[in-house]
């Protein structure tokens, strides 16, 4: 990530996608624009220092924003706020599932959605500084989490994870042993105040346990109070 803030904006829309990036813009972030999904991943492919947030509209002809989104993940570790014409839930639950980080629905306020590409960049940033001053592994009985390169490791093998459920996770870990609710693991990856939906909390550890503790090992719930991380740390 360069010093200067780099958003993605992709819809297929082209005046939602000028309007939205000369608002960008004032607030001195570079932009990139693309309007459709193909475009859009021949971009992300090609960029060498990456992008701070992508905003990725769900409704495109060809290729939508989920598919975009389930496809790049992967590789793509920064915030991602979807797009979508439709305010259906069941679009909402399954752009958290594939690694979204926040949903907006069309028609919206432009200064609501610049606020929200600031917070999820400036909570990116606050990590960031945050976990350099701290150890940068925490290793537990056939797990090692990575702060500084965002990498998770079980059993030897890497476990590919969004930007919240990284965070969650870590968060979880420096906490071994303490319950904390879903109001604290909100506040605490997503910032007390800021817009958002506390279920998505429930979303991202189901997605975590999928992903690393089917057998919730690591991740017990405490009925009535919250979540506990119970990994062995290891000397």
Not at 65 to 85: K, N
């Amino acid at each position: 990530m360069t010093n200067v803030p780099h958003v993605l904006i992709v819809d297929d829309d082209r005046a939602i996608v000028h309007l939205i990036a000369e608002s960008l813009k004032v607030e001195g972030y570079k932009v990139t624009t693309a309007h459709n999904g193909q475009d859009a991943l021949h971009i992300l492919e090609n960029n060498r220092n990456g992008f701070s947030l992508l905003i990725l509209d769900i409704m495109m002809p060809g290729m939508d924003g989920l598919e975009v989104c389930r496809q790049i993940r992967s590789r793509f570790t920064a915030p991602i706020v979807l797009l979508s014409g439709k305010d259906r839930e069941l679009d909402r639950v399954i752009g958290l599932e594939i690694g979204a980080d926040d949903y907006v629905t069309k028609p919206f306020l432009i200064g609501e959605l610049v606020s929200r590409v600031k917070a999820h960049i400036r909570r990116e940033q606050r990590n960031v500084q945050r976990q350099g001053k701290q150890d940068s592994v925490l290793s537990f009985e056939n797990l090692m989490i990575n702060k500084e390169t965002f990498e998770v490791y079980k059993y030897e093998e890497r476990v590919m994870l969004s930007t919240k459920e990284f965070q969650i996770l870590v968060y979880l870990a420096e906490n071994r042993g303490r319950v904390l609710s879903r109001e604290q693991i909100y506040d605490a990856i997503w910032g007390n105040g800021e817009f958002g939906d506390i279920n998505t909390v429930t979303v991202h550890i189901k997605n975590l346990r999928d992903k690393l503790d089917p057998n919730n090992k690591l991740i017990k719930t405490v009925w009535g109070a919250g979540y506990k991380f119970t990994g062995e740390g290891m000397n």
